[in-house]
Structures are given as structure tokens and as C-alpha cells.
């Protein structure tokens, strides 16, 4: 994030502090419980948002050599991406092409031919050509060329991963990025070190998981022990990114900057840099750290798979390091598994119980820029 941006969001924080208010949505916004429970619009969302939407797959410290795999399907697509020999990032359908097995699982390294499992016919990592058909007899008159890994969309950017789980046109970064691409580039994620991801799944629809991060109205009521006395109750500073969006929450020490000459401020340092990829991928720079919430939904509407990773600007090679990061995963799980998770748990329960909306206020504004956006692009696509 370039410094100047980093003053303005400061001076703006330091305004809404000293006025004793937060950046506000212009209304309130009603919000329908249906949304979180009804089959038809987790149907339309697993097209419109999880099939035709690029989807960070993870960083590019994952995959950094030639060879290095990773596999994912929670979008219900299963993807594998493969660093390829030229340095480049490919994407494939992780579907053999003669009757459907899965070539890889999980992540690893040394891939130059993907060899399935099941009759063994192989393809090249780099271009997903179809190499080999053991008993070739067997499949006379088939042209290996028609019969290649399904590529996918994908881009590297500034140390993301992202990819679409449908074929078609080729992301363009700029346009996707939209003004996060401008914060992105100052944040370094090229260097940056995977520490750990842990996977969890949750009785809650994926939706309300992200809701979870996007206001801080909360904090003083429901997390007085563990993370209150670290950052301030209901203040915050918004920018809309495209369909993307910023929420800055201010850490207690930001005040610390008051004193110091502005070119030497490090707002990172004095606050949580909460940002959602549109739609799923919840991105938090958390002072010294990244972390990642990749959130996906579950078997039905009342159910959510998530990836949560934790990205470290060293690689951990210290007792001493491993230990302050595994203490910093530990208290997110902590603080979101016994105090965010159980409440929205019965949130979701109680939906149907009462179907009225939800109202999210003016000092709610991501929450809002989130769902506009969410019933947008439903919309969208319905009215193809
Ligand atoms: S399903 Fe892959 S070789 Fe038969
Ligand atoms: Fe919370």
C-alpha cells in the first residue's frame, strides 16, 4: 500500500476517532434471511459466483518451482494448478480425459507428466497434452490432440493465484483486481512464506462466515476477552474496490502514529487490513502477517467448507518463529471457533424460524457493499 494512501486512511481513521463515529453507508439495508437457507439461490450462487468468477487458489509460495502441484476442489470443480518449466502457472480440469479419474490429490512437487491412476494414460504438466495411452490399440481412430487436460483460466498476480473453474476467456488482472490491484502491489506477497492452512467446515452457510469479518460494531460485545482490547470497538474505514472491497479496523496503538512524522507512519503495523476478493476469499493483513479465509459452501445452505492459511513475510525456519505464528493461528481459531462460530451457528438455525430480514445498519457498510454486490451479480446472470 503506497504511503500516501496509508496517510489519508490514517487521518481519515484519526477524524472518525476523534468525532466518535465510523465511515457510514448512506441507509440502512434490509437483508433476506431466504438468501441463506434456500436451495434455489445456493444453486444460482454455485454458477454464478463458483464457476463463473476467478477464485484464489492460493500463493505463489505454494507452487514456487517448476513441477509444484495443487489440487482443490471445494469449488465443486476439482483444480489442479501446476508450476510449469517456464516459470508460468498452469490450470487443468483434474479429470482424465479417457474415464474421469482424478490425476492428483493435495499438493507436491516433481510433477512433469500427470499419470492417472486408473489405466495410466499421461499428460504433460506444462500444456495438459495427452503423452501416452497404454494399449494405444484400444483407442484407434481417437486424435490425441482432442484429448488433452481441460485448461482453465488462470493468473498470477503480484503473488496471488487466481483461477476461474470454468473455460472461457482469459482473465484480464487489471479489470478483476479493479483498485485492489494498487494496494496489492505494495504488500510484497511475492516474497512472502506459507506457514500453515487448516481446513474446517461449519453448520453455517458460506455467506454468513464472511459477514463474520466484515464490521466491527461487534467486537466490544462479543470478543470483550480476546480481541476488544486489541482493536477499536465500531470504527472503521471503508472503500468499495470494484466488487471487491477494503475495511480497515483500527488496532489500539494506532494513536502511537499521532507523534510521529507522517512519512514514517506504518498504518499495517496499527490495524487489521480486512479485504474481500469477491466473492469467497476473506484477505486480512494482519500487521505482520496475511492470513486467508477461502470460503466455500457446504453439501446444503446450512453448511460451509473453509481453507484458512496464515502467509508469514520469512520463511519459518526457528523454534522460536514456528512458535509465534502457531500462537497467532491459534488465537484467529480461538477467537472465531468459540465466540463467532457458536453464535452464527444459531443464527443460521433460527432463520427459518423467523423469516424476516435482516437489517444491516449505516456503520455496516462492507457488510452492505458485500450483499449489493452478491444480489447483483445473481441478478446478473439471471437475466441472461
Ligand atoms: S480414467 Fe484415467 S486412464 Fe482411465
Ligand atoms: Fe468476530
Known amino acids: 500500500m503506497r504511503q500516501q494512501v496509508q496517510i ?33 439461490v445456493a444453486q444460482q450462487e454455485q454458477q454464478n459466483l463458483f464457476r ?5 487458489l492460493c500463493l505463489s ?46 499438493k507436491g512437487s516433481g ?59 482469459a482473465i484480464d488482472p487489471t479489470q478483476f483486481l479493479n483498485t485492489f490491484n494498487d494496494d496489492l502491489a505494495g504488500y510484497g506477497l511475492s516474497q512472502y512464506s506459507h506457514f500453515e492452512t487448516r481446513v474446517l467446515e461449519a453448520p453455517l452457510n458460506w455467506k454468513l462466515v464472511v459477514d463474520t469479518f466484515l464490521e466491527t460494531y461487534h467486537l466490544s460485545a462479543l470478543h ?6 486489541l482493536l477499536h470497538n465500531n470504527l472503521m474505514a471503508f472503500e468499495p474496490m470494484g466488487q471487491h472491497l477494503r475495511m480497515v479496523a483500527a488496532r489500539k496503538t494506532i494513536d502511537d502514529l499521532r ?29 505482520d502477517h496475511l492470513e486467508t479465509w ?29 512458535k509465534h505464528w502457531k500462537k497467532n493461528m491459534d488465537l484467529l481459531m480461538a477467537t ?13 438455525q433460527d432463520f427459518s424460524a423467523c423469516n424476516n430480514k435482516m437489517l444491516f445498519g449505516r456503520n455496516e457498510p462492507a457488510l452492505q457493499h458485500y450483499h449489493k454486490t452478491l444480489t447483483a451479480n445473481l441478478r446478473c446472470n439471471h437475466d441472461k
Open 8 to 40: 489519508d486512511i490514517a487521518k481519515r481513521i484519526f477524524d472518525l476517532k476523534d468525532n466518535q463515529t465510523t465511515d457510514l453507508a448512506d441507509n440502512v439495508y434490509q437483508q433476506s434471511k431466504n438468501d441463506y437457507i434456500s436451495p434455489e
Open 52 to 56: 463463473d468468477l476467478p477464485l484464489l
Open 61 to 106: 509460495c505454494e507452487i514456487p518451482e517448476p513441477g509444484d502441484y495443487i489440487c482443490d476442489d471445494f469449488s465443486g470443480v476439482p483444480i489442479i494448478g501446476v508450476r510449469t518449466s517456464n516459470g508460468d502457472v498452469a490450470a487443468y480440469l483434474n479429470i482424465c480425459r479417457h474415464r474421469g479419474a482424478r490425476l492428483a490429490c493435495d
Open 111 to 169: 510433477l512433469r507428466q500427470m499419470r492417472c491412476p486408473y489405466h495410466a494414460w499421461s499428460y504433460a504438466a506444462d500444456t495438459g497434452n495427452l503423452l501416452a495411452v497404454p494399449f494405444n490399440t484400444g483407442f484407434e481412430g481417437i486424435n490425441k490432440d482432442d484429448f488433452g487436460l481441460l485448461p482453465l483460466p488462470v493468473i498470477e498476480h503480484d503473488g496471488l493465484i487466481f483461477v476461474r473453474p470454468s473455460a472461457g476467456d
Open 224 to 229: 470483550s476477552k480476546t480481541i476488544a482490547p
Open 259 to 287: 507523534s510521529m512524522p507522517e512519512q514514517q507512519w506504518d498504518l499495517i503495523l496499527h490495524t487489521a487490513m480486512v479485504y474481500v476478493l469477491f466473492p469467497n476469499t476473506v484477505f486480512i493483513m494482519q500487521g
Open 294 to 322: 477461502r470460503v466455500y459452501p457446504g453439501a446444503t445452505p446450512n453448511e460451509s467448507r473453509m481453507h484458512v492459511s496464515l502467509y508469514t513475510p520469512e520463511p519459518t525456519v526457528t523454534e522460536s518463529a514456528r
Open 336 to 348: 472465531v471457533l468459540s465466540e463467532d462460530f457458536p453464535l452464527a451457528t444459531n443464527i443460521q
